[in-house]
């Protein structure tokens, strides 16, 4: 094995808990001549108040379908972040990764009229710079694996990448990526419990890791033991109208006006068929339309680590207490910074290589800002004085 080989990362132990994702001791370090891939959406909380937050987490997507279908593979670390994402990547993709990431800036610029920063930089000059990339993997599924970071590399690799010291040269006018797979039909699914809480939490600043780990445990926790372990995707709650809410972001993948409008005549057929299908609730040759909707619920990324804990969990009033206590305690005893965003949907953004298989994966977010607005409250947070002890 080379540090430029994927059987890296397929080699590494899954975690079966989520408690335990706060443990520092269960990740393992990137190979050295790895690079690290970040994106993130510029103004994304303006998009967000313009009501453009599903273009928005379709851009984030649209970052991990473009690698993944330029790239051949599957297997490489990645999370998504709401208005963005990052991935880990050997050295040797480099070039091939950087092109995809490009190729997305510019399809998110002329289709969707966002502006996305994209960047790369080596795990060797994030550690230079006193930072880690450490990765762990957390199985959903016998099909699907997560991946978790810790160290503080993505977090210092996206700070560069906001101030303008990383980037990547411009994809040619049109060269937009490949985005098959991606999908955005599912229409926002409704609270359930209570309310839909979009949660970031980031070690404070010299917090004792032990403690924080200790805190990450004990919010996994509390929303393990909530309904439905706090996942807002339920086969009971996946709802499918016709048209779909998110068919016209997707349809304009399709270039021009005459392309635009044959993809959505493409996926309108497409759609009624399965609006069909899912009504009637019967199996369509190999396809099992109840099946597909458990597993979509098992294979959603509802609750992740990448240099802190991210979740978007549908609570009761007994549980957002509870998150509210902890979080507000750990912030005043110096352990934690958080963001918490409550609304009342979630909204789903899904990556389907084949309706026949086990292994599509769907990335969760709040349908009213989201990541992005917990995010915001972070920041806010982390500019404030530290409390007097």
């Known amino acids: 094995m080379t540090t430029n080989d994927l059987d890296f990362y397929r080699s590494i132990p899954i975690l079966e808990r989520f408690e335990d994702v706060g443990d520092g001791q269960r990740y393992t370090p990137l190979p050295p001549g790895w690079i690290i891939g970040v994106a993130d959406v510029r103004n ?3 998009a967000i108040a313009e009501g453009r937050y599903k273009a928005v987490n379709m851009v984030g997507a649209s970052v991990i379908a473009a690698l993944m279908n330029a790239l051949a593979t599957r297997d490489f670390p990645f999370v998504f972040g709401g208005d963005g994402a990052a991935v880990a990547l050997p050295g040797t993709m480099g070039a091939a990764a950087g092109a995809a990431m490009a190729s997305v800036r510019r399809y998110a610029a002329e289709a969707l009229d966002l502006d996305l920063r994209v960047g790369t930089i080596g795990v060797d000059a994030i550690r230079a710079a006193g930072h880690d990339v450490r990765i762990a993997r957390f199985g959903v599924s016998p099909d699907v694996a997560f991946a978790l970071f810790s160290g503080n590399g993505l977090n210092w690799a996206e700070e560069q990448l906001k101030a303008g010291l990383i980037t990547l040269p411009e994809a040619a006018p049109g060269a937009w990526p ?6 955005c ?5 409704a609270a359930r419990n209570g309310r839909i809480l979009s949660i970031l939490v980031r070690p404070a600043p010299g917090a004792p890791a032990d403690a924080f780990a200790a805190l990450v445990s004990r919010i996994s926790a509390i929303v393990e033991a909530a ?3 706090g996942n807002p995707v339920s086969p009971t709650t996946l709802r499918w109208r016709f048209p779909p809410g998110g068919l016209g972001i997707e349809a304009r993948s399709g270039k ?3 392309g635009v409008a044959i993809a959505y005549v493409r996926l309108l057929a497409l759609s009624l068929m399965a609006a069909v299908v899912f009504l009637a609730g019967r199996k369509l040759g190999d396809f099992d339309p109840e099946r597909y909707k458990t597993v979509t619920a098992r294979n959603s990324d509802f609750r992740k680590f990448d240099d802190g804990l991210r979740m978007t969990v549908d609570a009761d009033a007994g549980v957002e207490a509870r998150l509210r206590a902890e979080l507000e305690e750990a912030a005043a005893r110096g352990i934690a910074q958080y963001g918490l965003h409550a609304q009342d949907a979630a909204l789903m953004t899904c990556l389907v290589p084949s309706l026949t298989r086990d292994d599509h994966i769907h990335f969760i977010d709040g349908a009213a800002g989201g990541y992005a607005r917990a995010a915001a409250m972070l920041k806010q ?6 409390a007097a002890a």
């Open 227 to 229: 309904p439905d372990r």
């Open 44 to 46: 994304s909380t303006q």
């Open 256 to 258: 021009g006006r005459l």
């Open 185 to 189: 039909r599912w229409e926002p699914i």
């Open 178 to 183: 490949d985005l098959a797979g991606l999908s």
């Open 381 to 386: 947070q982390a500019s404030m004085p530290p």
